[in-house]
Structure formats: C-alpha cells, structure tokens
C-alpha cells in the first residue's frame, strides 16, 4: 500500500490497547488522523490508558469489538500478540482494508537507519549488547520495540546522526507491509508460539519477513548452524552475513558470503568482503555459555556492518554483563545460588540456561502459560542437570506428564511458594533457577513482573 500524504482525512483503527497499540495511538494523533482503538479485554490498565486516550481525542472501545465501531476505516493497525483470527482482522481483510503492524507504521516516519533483531531466543540480549556498541561508537542508538519500548513511542529520539535497535517479534513482523531495515539478524528459529502461529511454517515465514524488502546495499545476518536460515541466504537480495561455532566451506566468501565469523577454539575468527578477520578471544568476556558466544557473533557482524571500529566492538562486549531476567544472578544464602532467567518463554531458552550448570547441580522453576510447546525434548537434560524441579502456573500437568516418573517434581500454588520449596529441597554448591519455558500471563502481567516477583521473593527468603 502507498504511504498516505493527508492523514487528517484517514480513520485509523488499532487493535489491541498494550504498549504498542496506545504508542501507535499518540503517533497517528500527531500525524491529525481520526484514530480508533479497540481492545477485547476490559483490565484496569487498559481503563487507565482508555482515560489517558481519550484526553488526546481518541475513539475507545474494550471489553469486546464492535464491527460498527470499524467502519469507515482506511487503515488498521495491529498490536503484537492479536491473533489473525480477531473479529477486527477478518472484517480488514474482507474489506480490503490493509493490515500492519506497530512497528511498520513507525517505520513509514522514521528517518533513521535500522538494525533490526528478531530469533526464538537471545534477541534481548543482542538489541541491548548493540544498543552498548553503537553507544561507544558515537552512533547515539535508539533501542526500542519488542524490548519494552515501542517504536511509535520514538518519535521524539529521531534526530539525524542516530540509528535504531530494533528487536522483532513473530507478532511484528508477520503483518509488516515493505518493512525494510538496512542491517537484520536472525538469531535462530526453534519451536516457539504456537498458540499463535498454526505451524512451524508460518512461525519462520514471519520470521522472514525482516529481510524481505531488502536491498542489495542492505546486509543480512544469519545463523549458519540453523539450516533452515541457511537456506534463507538465497532468499535476501542483501548482503549475507553468516555466524557459526564452527568453520565449514560454506562460509567461505566463494559461495556468496560477504563475509562471517566462526569459533576456532577460544577465538571468534572470521571474514569481511574475503579478507581475514580476528575478533576476540571468548575467554575475555563475561557473558558464558556456547548461546551467548552465537550471540556475540551476530552482534560483531551487525556492529561490522555499522562500520564500527573493531576495538570499540571487542571492548564493549569484553564488558557487557547480560541483561536483566536472563540468567540473571540474584543472591545466594549458605552457599546456593539464585538465577532469574524470567526471559525464558521457550523450552530452547531454558535448555541454554541449563547447559551453563554443572550436572545434578540445580533446583529448576518452571512453568506458567503454555505456548503450544512440546516439552519433551528437554526431559533428559533436565534429568541430567536437576535434582528436582518446581512447577508452577497452567501448565504444571503438561510439563509433569512430559517430564515423566524419572524427574523428581514439586507442586507450588505461587512463585513464592516455589522459592521456598526449591531452597528447602537444596543444599550447598547447588543453584535455584527460574527458567520457566512458558509465558507469564497466567500468573503476571509479562515476563518482568514474573522477575521482579522472583527476585523479591529470593531476598525476602535471605533476609529471614
């Protein structure tokens, strides 16, 4: 669809009142259109901003959707999370009224350039360790989206001589409309959403979307490891970047790689247009874990790609300490340890956070809202590194019966109760770790309530 030039004359209608939707909200009244919004929930908070709307001459309807309420529409804005299946989405698409994402409306004002993340795991971590590199290199970053800020909320920040970090969901990219980031990253693709996405197809197709109005002066970073993002190298006019923890032809800049960075023992090795590249040495960073060195990588080439210098790359990894809710440590009491790792929605995500601890050595909290997920795959692993685990939320049953009769478990009604039975059943040199493979919504408003609830029941438990 072609941008509109009079948006004074258009009715907008945004679909879902989170953060992305109320942002999109405030950006389409700037820009003087009749806006509308329509939630299907009826909370307090969405009552709270509902009010806030209001005040700025915002239409606002919740606690279901009114088809007459979308009528007239020239546009429909859709947050993350809305299923393709909500009453407001069919009546677009049988309209012929186009559908796009927060993040695709942001993108038609912004003058900036973008680096764009998205992967089933670790995108947290690379937006916020390239939000640090560009930083250091005076680039000025913006960091924003699927990370707690939305892109429309902005708008203020977009002055020249900065660039956006932009982290990208399934649910964002999957109603992108000719989204086109100069640098995109795809971290991995593994079982993920499928309360959401009726497939692992559809699933990676979204994922796709990034680097699908690309460029040939864009760059495409990818995930060699991963062959289906493999085979996506043939599907970017841009650039391709790719990242491995190990060498193979493949990566040779012969076969149509401009350049890419694998791990030779301790180091990052790598190439940029065919000549040869050294990194780092892993053995200097903070960051630990075989996840976290992908991470690394992905992040060196983006930054690469910025033309940022490599000791300015090199330094600002060596001191980068992770991110809040990922394996984050908490506190310890008589010699065991705590770790938040509330980011961990997937069961990929927890068997990276398990793979950092020594075998029998763990208490495993988990549990919460299922994602359509098969938590099968992960039993040995967790018979092999826990001693026990604590299951909590909705999908206890599911998680219990998965795990099978080998697996020592635990009920909890709480994540207090959790963290109390979890140090109760562990002894010195052992670690707590709340990793809980699901979403938070059961029990939390996101991911980082559930930590924050973690960590203050953690200190709690050291001070009695």
Partial sequence: MKIPKNWAAKKIVIIGLSRSGFAAALLARKKQASVYVSDAADTPAIRRKAALLRKQAVSVEFGGHNVRFLEGADLVITSPGVHHDAVPLRWAH??????????????????LPVVAITGSNGKTTVTTMLGEIFKAAAQKPVVCGNIGNPFCGETGAWRQGRVIVLETSSFQLQDTVHFRPNVSIILNI???????????????????????????????????????????AASTRARVLFFSKKYTPGLSFRRGCYGACWLEGTRILGHWNGRPRVFLDIGEVRLKGMHNVENIMAA????????????????????????????????????????????????????????????????????????????????????KKAAGVVLIGEAQKKISAALGAGVKKFFAPTLERAVENAYRHSVSGMSVLLSPMCASFDMFDNFEHRGRVFKAAVRRLIKS
């Fill in 94 to 111: 049988k309209h012929n009224v186009p559908v796009v994402s927060e993040i695709k409306f942001a993108s038609w004002f912004c003058p």
């Fill in 190 to 232: 593994t079982q993920n959403h499928f309360d959401h996405h009726r497939s692992m197809n559809e699933y990676a197709r979204a994922k796709a979307k990034i680097f699908a109005n690309q460029r040939p002066s864009d760059f495409t970073v990818l995930n060699f490891e991963d062959l289906r993002l493999r085979r996506y």
């Fill in 300 to 383: 060196l080439l983006a930054a690469q790609a910025r033309r940022v210098t490599p000791a300015i790359m090199v330094e600002t990894i060596k001191d980068f300490r992770g991110v809040e809710h990922r394996c984050e440590p908490v506190a310890s009491r008589r010699g065991i340890a705590f770790f938040n790792d509330s980011k961990s929605t997937t069961v990929d995500a927890t068997v990276k956070a398990l793979s950092m601890f020594a075998d029998g050595s763990v208490m495993l909290i988990c549990g919460g809202r299922d994602k359509g997920s098969d938590f099968r795959p992960i039993r040995r692993l967790i018979g």
